[in-house]
């Protein structure tokens, strides 16, 4: 009797744009998980190629996560061949789907071109990249119909914690009129070590010494991780086509102890509150600021690498998602639920 797991398998070729740390997470887990998503979903998920700047992989007909991590210089984590060019790869390695994970820059280049190039191929996209979806929505978004291919942008926004997929498969019908959320781990980290007497400088490393904060946290402290992450939501649930540039984003750096500890003891949580809101006009007005929630305020809980978000909607009243531990592992989580969603069979 043939293998119920290796019966009825397709085998679906991806192709991993950036070889840094949420993709290897990623292929870890893939390779951990690769029988049991074989067996749920009917797919296997072989990697036909992949490029870091300063290495590169290519076979077309592919290979596992397994068999790829085997041929990785374990320890300084490079691949075995030369840096390909992002679009001569995503020409040359017969894939199915990108999976595009280069780091975020500002306007959203080159990672959006890397995404267009995909769809006029007819290649489906996944990407974690916030710049995208932040910068060149509605441009990607029509390309992506004009080509009939597919584009998950779930990792964008909070890692796994489902935002997207919660509105498409379990809120049908209803319209997104605002959104709240606390979305930044690092703001978070740094205002509670601030509530415990920190200085400032104090506080920022202790965010980095817990993992929470990188090695540059300005894109974090200064407002632009959490206006991307607006951006993306505006564009995405509510239509908005704007830019991170159009959402007013306020920075941390003038926070002091004294003013987080003043408003813990009027019972009040200082934070860095995200959001968006539908005016009567039909405009939406978004923006990153310092807010006091009182302690009794659904998102008063989400504190370090916690993350949540209500979504405001007509016919479901007000929805509320959170993940309690958002790091890597949870964004590499977001590749596989996207492909999942693309691809899964059963
Ligand atoms: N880390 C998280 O928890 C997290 C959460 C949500 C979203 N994200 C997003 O996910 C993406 C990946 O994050 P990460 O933490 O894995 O970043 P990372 O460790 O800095 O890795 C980025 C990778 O992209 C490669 N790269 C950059 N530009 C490239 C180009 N033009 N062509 C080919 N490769 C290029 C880099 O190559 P070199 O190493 O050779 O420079 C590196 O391999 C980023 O956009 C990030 O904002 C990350």
């Known amino acids: 009797m043939a293998n119920p797991v290796t019966q009825d398998v397709r085998e679906v070729r ?72 992002a679009e001569e790869l995503i020409s040359t390695c017969a894939a199915d789907v990108i999976v595009e994970a280069t780091v975020l820059q500002p306007g959203g280049e080159p990672a959006s071109t890397h995404i267009n190039t995909a769809f006029t191929q007819g290649l489906d996209v996944v990407t974690v990249n916030k710049g995208p979806v932040a910068w060149q ?71 980095q010494e817990e993992g929470v904060a990188e090695a540059d946290p300005t894109h974090d402290i200064d407002g632009l991780d959490a206006a991307c992450k607006v951006a993306c939501l505006a564009n995405a649930l509510m239509g908005a086509d704007i830019t991170p540039d159009d959402v007013p984003a306020e920075s941390i750096r003038g926070v002091t102890a004294e003013r987080v500890m003043a408003a813990r003891e009027s019972g009040r949580r200082l934070c860095v509150l995200c959001s968006g809101e539908r005016s009567d006009e039909g405009d939406v007005h978004t923006s990153v600021r310092l807010a006091e929630l009182p302690l009794g305020h659904p998102l008063a809980g989400i504190h370090g690498p916690a993350l949540g978000l209500i ?28 492909l999942l969603t693309l691809y899964s069979r059963r």
Not at 16 to 24: I, N, W
Request: net charge negative; proline share 3%; glycine share 12%.
């Open 311 to 338: 979504l405001h909607t007509d016919l479901m009243g007000d929805v509320l998602t959170a993940e309690l531990d958002g790091r890597v592992q949870q964004t590499a989580y977001a590749i596989l639920a996207d």
């Open 137 to 207: 929505f509605d441009r990607l978004r029509r390309s992506a119909e004009r080509n009939g291919c597919r584009w998950r942008y779930e990792g964008t926004v909070a890692d796994g914690m489902p935002v997207f997929d919660l509105f498409e498969s379990c809120l049908r019908s209803c319209e997104i009129k605002g959104f709240s959320g606390i979305l930044n781990a690092t703001t978070n980290s740094i205002l509670e070590a601030l509530g415990e007497g920190r200085s400032f400088d104090d506080a920022v490393a202790a965010a």
């Open 14 to 85: 991806v192709c991993l744009l950036g070889f840094g740390t949420v993709v290897r997470r990623f292929l870890t887990m893939l390779k951990d998980a690769d029988e049991r998503i074989a067996r749920q979903s009917g797919v296997r998920f072989l990697i036909s190629g992949t490029t870091s700047r300063h290495g590169g992989f290519l076979d077309p007909s592919g290979m596992t996560a397994g068999e790829l991590l085997g041929i990785v210089h374990v320890g300084c984590d490079e691949l075995p061949g030369p840096a390909v060019p």
